[in-house]
């Protein structure tokens, strides 16, 4: 399937064929933890500059569901529950 591609501040158009969708879910997090696992020897800037991190000492943080939570609507004025 071919989609069509902006680029350049909508200035070009090119055709390419539509790639797998990874940026979503479980899916996406699995493709986080690639990245991650290929950079964890590499340092990060950390406090605002002021010290540097292995990348691969980071811990990922697991989801947790939004179940019966409430959510603000409009401008704050509304609200519904999840």
Do not use: C
Request: glycine fraction near 14%; aromatic fraction near 6%; charge should be positive.
């Amino acid at each position: 399937m071919a989609i069509v591609r902006v680029g350049g501040r909508g200035t070009s158009r090119r055709v390419e064929e539509k790639k797998e969708d990874n940026w979503a879910g479980g899916a996406f997090k699995k493709h986080q933890e690639a990245k991650k696992e290929a950079s964890k020897d590499k340092y990060i800037t950390v406090g605002r500059g002021t010290s540097k991190i292995k990348f691969g000492d980071i811990k990922s943080t697991p989801t947790v569901s939004t179940k019966g939570l409430w959510v603000s609507s409009g401008r704050g004025t509304g609200r519904r529950k999840l």
